[in-house]
């Protein structure tokens, strides 16, 4: 049996047409099976498009859909067919492996912890997120679940962060490194001080390497990148602002002249090339981790090509077991002095 | 009476060479006196290579230097003939209006905070720094004074912010937002939570106009950007590290093929046009504000222009009266019922 993951088809600005075009192109790409979830004259609508012969589309037909602007929590509990829940509930039957949403983050969120419910050990699920850096991409959590944390959540995401890298980063003995305002031990608010103190104590299991600062998000010499969901989410978007910004100042300039004007053309390629990677799209998301099924949420502007990443993001988490082997690897932690 | 500023001649990683050539720039275009603190001999052998005619230069002799990798605190009570501390008490003393320190910020923010005391009413000072954006500079503020913050403090910083981007960098009525995770009510972290009803409890007074999130630091849209030090950190360093990122992989691109070097050549002068920009040897430092004082703090990799505007700042500050103006704005915030 082909691995069969579910998709949200209403979540998001361009659903259902971009979902139902990056579900179809992973089906074919990547050999798994994919159920739709949504308005089923609208997603048959969309896939009458294309050409589904030999493929596995499902369909799971809802009319409820959870808005981008609503509260989760009151969502939630007034809309129990929304698409989102729908396909969580298709995770926790057992009917899919895995599944990807596009639409409201913190619905997502909800949905797949009250459908999923935790892994055994785990507190808290975390977002872990895939940065572009000047080397190879590395994982940084949290991306914005947890607002407030303890040391001990501060943990599991190292935990959670390691197994993230190595399974679906490809790092060998991948490096933890505690998010702070300076690189010397005593640096830091009080979360950051206990918490460097508690990951020093498992200095050689997690491979901790001790407090870096913003400036090395990018480097790829730091692979895994803990911190509480507040300045996750916060250095997210920092660095999503500072691009945009790098580019409108680039876009000016171009336009400034008609010999920038001309430069601006013949260096089209050159930016393609670096906007290659750089792009988010690419990337796929950031999974859920530390919840009892794979669970991947994307940009809510998100369209096929980020979509299929997507799903090819969720597949690989079910083939190797991220799930399983963070158990393992919690386990282990509890038993180890280091 | 030209205004005098006190400069620690020997901060930072090019002092003296680098502060005494600033401070020769800065003493012929402002036209105001400068006393440099340091090695005399050191100090006079840089000198020499100006011309210093007509400009008022003093120098205050002093062996001891804190360096950047000390602690602060130990530093300060071993060293209390230290460049830094004699280069406060210049300003305690009333000789100099205000000072400019490129060393270690930690130092130079506890010898300013001991050695001026706090403004009435103030209960932390703030490190105010000015970000470039797509229109014109912001102020973010706490850059990494505090690291663990009350709402009281985020509102204190709110008001010092606000004159600083009236009476600094020339905004009428400047606009205050809260940097958060999300822009509606609600969102956030328990700080962040308080310090918005807080903040909204004196919405038309501070002309707060509610959550902003790290994407809206570089648009130049919110003039005014609260947060405490730990996140305004981990922002300064994350955009710092998003820009290397970029001006890496561009200059890798353009090492890519021949074609690529060529337009790479050709681009160079739209690149500086960028890079003027975003640079922050322009901004001059920031300003340590709720001090009874004017104290800049300026990068320890600051070399002469970046001096030349940090002494340009303090005497700005001087001049507007910053502090005069933070201490009645704090009256009347007391006073004001929105």
Not at 241 to 268: H, P
Not at 309 to 332: F, H, L, S, T, W
């Amino acid at each position: 049996m082909p691995i069969k993951i579910a998709v949200d088809a209403m979540g998001g600005d361009y659903a259902p047409l971009e979902i139902v075009k990056g579900a179809v192109e992973a089906a074919k790409e990547y050999n798994i099976s994919i159920q739709l979830i949504g308005n089923e004259v609208q997603i048959k609508e969309e896939l009458a498009k294309y050409d589904t012969k030999g493929i596995d589309i499902g369909i799971t037909h809802t009319d409820e859909v959870i808005e981008m602007g609503e509260s989760p929590a009151k969502a939630l509990r007034a809309k129990k067919r929304a698409s989102i829940v729908l396909t969580v509930e298709s995770v926790a039957k057992g009917e899919s492996q895995g599944l990807v949403a596009a639409g409201s983050t913190g619905a997502a969120m909800a949905a797949s912890l009250f459908g999923l419910g935790r892994l055994p050990g785990i507190k808290r699920p975390v977002i872990c997120c895939t940065m572009p850096t000047t080397k190879k991409p590395v994982a940084m959590l949290d991306g914005g679940a947890n607002s407030d944390c303890e040391p001990e959540m501060l943990y599991e995401f190292a935990i959670m962060g390691r197994i993230f890298a190595q399974l679906i980063l490809g790092y060998n003995n991948p490096k933890v490194g505690l998010m702070n305002i300076g690189e010397e031990e005593g640096k830091g608010n009080e979360l950051a001080k206990s918490t460097f103190n508690l990951l020093n104590s498992k200095k050689e299991f997690l491979n901790f390497i001790g407090n870096i600062e913003g400036r090395d998000v990018f480097t790829g010499d730091c692979q895994v990148i803990v911190c509480d969901g507040f300045v996750g989410n916060v250095i997210l978007k920092t660095a999503e602002g500072a691009l945009t910004m790098v580019s409108k100042m680039l876009k000016q300039e171009y336009k400034s002249s008609l010999y920038n004007k001309i430069i601006g053309l013949l260096s089209k390629k050159i930016f393609s090339g670096f906007k290659k990677r750089i792009d988010y799209e690419k990337i796929g998301g950031a999974l859920l981790l530390g919840v009892k099924g794979v669970s991947v949420i994307t940009h809510g502007s998100s369209k096929a090509y980020a979509i299929k990443n997507a799903i090819r993001v969720a597949k690989e988490a079910v083939e190797k077991e991220v799930n399983d082997k963070i158990v393992e690897m919690y386990e282990k932690s509890m038993k180890t002095v280091d």
